[in-house]
C-alpha cells in the first residue's frame, strides 16, 4: 500500500524531489551532525561524505523544506537511512514522506516541534501497559520507573537505532504494514518477556534489561513478536486514547488539541 502511494506521489510531483534536495535547509548543520551517528558501521555509512551519507542527507535536507513546520528532528535519521539501504534516493524520500504523513502512520505528530508527540505516544504505551500488564506497571510506578524513562531511548528511532539492522528492518517492515500500532506492541511484547526480570530489578537495572535484550533482537526477534502481537491494540485503540490525553491536558493546563485536519491530514489530498 505504501509503495503505491509513494509512487503516485513521485509521479505526481515528478522533479520536485530534485528542487527540494538543491535547496538549503535550515536544518542543514543538524542533520551534518547525525550522519555520522546513523548506522556508523555499515558500509554504505561508514565513510565522511560519502554515497550513503550525501544520499542521506539530501533525504533528510529535502524534507525539511518540503516541511518547515517539522523539519528535522532526531530519529528521522535512522527511519530514512534504512529506507535508503533498500530503494533509491527518490523513493526512499517518498516513502518517508508517506510515513511522516500518512493518517496510519503520522511520524509527522511523533516528530513535529516540541514534545507533544513524544508525550501522546507515552500516554498511549503507559495506558496500555496499565491494563495489559498490570503487575508490570505497579511495579515500576512503586520504583518511579515510569514510560518517560524507559521509553524515550526507544522511540524517536522507532527501535530502529536501538537494535540491529536485521531486526531494525523487520519492525521498520512491520510498521509500514500496520502503522501506529506496531510500536506500543513492541513495548508490551519487551517488557512481557523480560517481566520476571523486571520484577525482580531495581530501577538501575531496568533499562540496562531492556537495552540487553534490543541488543540480542536477532536472536528474541520471533519471541518478542510472537509476545507482542497477542495484545490487542488497534488504531481505534489509540485513537480513544489519545481523545483521552488531549481531554485531561486540557483540564490540566487548558491544552487545546491540534485541529483534527492538522493532526491528521496528509501533505497532499488524495
Not at 523513493?91 to 516540541?114: E, I, K
Amino acid at each position: 500500500v505504501i509503495d503505491g502511494e509513494a509512487r503516485q506521489r513521485q509521479g505526481r510531483y515528478f522533479g520536485l524531489y530534485a528542487k527540494l534536495k538543491a535547496i538549503p535547509s535550515m536544518d542543514e548543520k543538524i542533520i551534518s551532525r547525525d550522519l555520522h551517528r546513523t548506522f556508523p558501521k555499515h558500509p554504505m555509512f561508514m565513510e565522511k561524505d560519502g554515497e550513503g551519507q550525501r544520499g542521506l542527507a539530501n533525504i533528510l535536507n529535502a524534507y525539511s523544506s518540503f516541511d518547515h513546520k517539522v523539519g528535522y528532528a532526531q530519529g528521522m535519521a535512522f527511519v530514512a537511512g534504512l529506507l535508503l539501504l533498500y530503494m533509491d534516493q527518490e523513493a526512499a524520500f517518498w516513502t518517508f514522506v508517506c510515513l511522516m504523513q500518512d493518517p496510519m502512520y503520522r511520524l509527522r505528530v511523533l516528530y513535529g516541534p516540541g514534545v507533544g508527540g513524544l508525550h501522546l505516544l507515552m500516554f498511549q504505551i503507559d495506558s496500555l501497559v496499565q491494563q495489559m500488564l498490570p503487575e508490570i506497571w505497579a511495579h515500576l510506578e512503586k520504583e518511579m520507573f515510569g514510560v518517560d524513562v524507559y521509553a524515550p531511548p526507544f522511540i524517536p528511532s522507532l527501535f530502529i537505532g536501538r537494535v540491529s539492522l536485521t531486526a531494525g528492518a523487520r519492525i521498520l517492515d512491520l510498521f509500514m504494514s500496520e502503522g501506529q500500532p506496531t510500536i506500543p506492541r513492541i513495548f508490551l511484547g519487551l517488557l512481557q518477556v523480560n517481566k520476571a526480570a523486571i520484577l525482580a530489578s531495581s530501577p538501575d537495572r531496568i533499562l540496562d534489561i531492556l537495552y540487553e535484550t534490543c541488543n540480542e533482537m536477532d536472536d528474541l526477534f520471533d519471541a518478542v513478536l510472537r509476545v507482542a502481537f497477542r495484545f490487542h491494540v488497534t488504531h481505534a485503540i489509540l485513537e480513544d486514547l489519545e481523545r483521552q490525553y488531549w481531554k485531561k491536558l486540557q483540564l490540566s493546563n487548558g491544552s487545546r488539541p491540534p485541529e483534527s485536519g492538522e493532526k491528521k491530514r496528509s501533505f497532499f489530498s488524495k
